[in-house]
């Protein structure tokens, strides 16, 4: 069980349970980006990932499945992803700003779409001189084979429209490995801020679905050592109790998304409530795990108004650090 000290950890065990209750849920739900027969999982050799560097997290205990990964709507996706790593995307030394931002792509926990929401989050934003790192979180296990994962999936939503919700306990052990790995990329990123030509207090965090789950999680609980600011992109968007130095958070939504779409914008009222900055962008359309496709949606725009959004709030500015 992870041990949080109170109030944090009163926060998180609030916020832990709408968040979990459809963490499982985000791994079926992504609206295909792509053309319909790009939605098979093609198994795939485990891509080259230059610079990837190992977290000290260790191993996820009891794991026996080896890390696997394929393809999906054009895409790349790893599973039983056991050790975590960080992979940094360095800006031109002309363009750096000393801003950093790590990167947490969704898969409900038992995937990662390391390419459309890592790697090309990543490439962009070292493109606009952000320091980038895309975290290779460890998940929870899954059938090692492709056609067992494919079944486990199927089953673990037959006849039941809602994932049992689990008890607060229950949510914040569930993350605890994963929120570990984020703590740990933290704290690499500001132990090597020379080297990298980055600011130590200006280093931000992106999650995507569950992804974004996680981004929450450790702003909510590594104060202090955690973002300086936050981007939830299509993840949940439930109100939850926040501190009131809680970071800047920028949120993207399509209002078609199958998960968060329905639910009411609770967060944005919880930030607002301690009178912290928060910018939210609801698009028509764009389903679940847009990303980085290119899609004839408003969606697509989201990246962009995220840079403006970090220009607006001086990351963009050339501040390297001494």
Avoid: C
């Amino acid at each position: 069980m992870l041990r949080l000290s109170n109030p944090v950890s009163d926060r998180l065990r609030r916020a832990a349970v709408p968040l979990a209750a459809v963490a499982l849920a985000a791994s079926l739900a992504f609206a295909s980006p792509a053309r319909a027969q790009d939605d098979r999982m093609i198994p795939t050799e485990i891509p080259s990932q230059p610079g990837a560097l190992t977290l000290d997290t260790g191993p996820l205990p009891g794991a026996t499945a080896t890390e696997t990964w394929h393809r999906q709507y054009g895409s790349l996706f790893a599973r039983n992803v056991t050790v975590a790593t960080l992979t940094p995307f360095l800006p031109d030394p002309a363009r750096a700003t000393g801003a950093a931002v790590i990167v947490a792509p969704g898969g409900g926990f038992r995937q990662l779409s390391m390419e459309n929401e890592g790697w090309n989050v990543a490439r962009a934003l070292a493109e606009r001189g952000v320091a980038a790192f895309v975290l290779k979180y460890r998940l929870n296990p899954t059938p090692a084979d492709m056609e067992g994962f494919e079944r486990s999936m199927r089953e673990m939503f037959a006849g039941a429209a809602r994932p049992p919700r689990p008890s607060p306990d229950e949510a914040i052990a569930g993350i605890a490995p994963q929120i570990a790995d984020a703590r740990a990329a933290f704290a690499l990123v500001r132990s090597r801020a020379g080297e990298w030509r980055i600011d130590p207090d200006r280093v931000g965090m992106v999650g995507f679905s569950a992804g974004a789950m996680l981004t929450l999680a450790t702003a909510l609980t590594e104060r202090g050592a955690g973002p300086a600011f936050i981007g939830n992109i299509y993840g949940p968007i439930s109100s939850v109790a926040v501190p009131a130095d809680v970071p800047p958070m920028f949120v993207a939504l399509a209002a078609d998304d199958p998960l968060f779409g329905q639910g009411g914008f609770g967060i944005v009222e919880s930030w607002r409530a301690v009178g912290r900055p928060v910018e939210f962008h609801l698009y028509e359309q764009g389903g679940h795990g847009f990303g980085m496709y290119p899609k004839p949606t408003t969606s697509t725009g989201w990246f962009d108004a995220f840079v403006r959004w970090l220009g607006m709030h001086h990351y963009l500015e050339r501040r390297p650090a001494a």
